[in-house]
């Protein structure tokens, strides 16, 4: 292995590192890329001595603090950002439309969280009883806080 493919072993294990980092979470490619600089610094010793082996070991933590350290005060953060507001809410719970009992129709299919069409009021709604197909009449079994829990209904 030439002095080349040492570089591009290193420069490979800082960029697994980064984009672990910045871009793909779970720390997996950022323990590849810690073993590719590794590899690189061992191959070092044992290709070219000792010598060039501290060499490259310097170079190598000089390298991965100075690209850390630009990432990190450059913009990147900034361009990585959700910059949307999110302005919507889950249900809010009209209580004087929505009550325990209050009849409506599945709109979406319930498995087990889904859409009820209470009037003309559309809520997310949880299943009691699992799966509740669409256009099936249910009915509001219990209102907790936001969550509203509802079962088929067996009047008709």
Known sequence: MGYISLILLILL???????DFLVIPGGV???IGVLCMIGGVVT?????GATVGFLTLVLTAILTIVFFWLMMRSKTWRRLQLKTKIDSKMNEVDESRLTVGTEGVAISRLAPTGTGLFGDMEVEVVS????????TPIVIHKIEGSKVIVEISHQN
């Open 29 to 31: 490619v950022a323990i």
């Open 13 to 19: 294990g800082i960029v697994l590192m980064i984009l």
């Open 128 to 135: 009691l009883q699992g799966f509740i197909d669409e256009n």
């Open 44 to 48: 070092a010793f044992v290709q070219f």
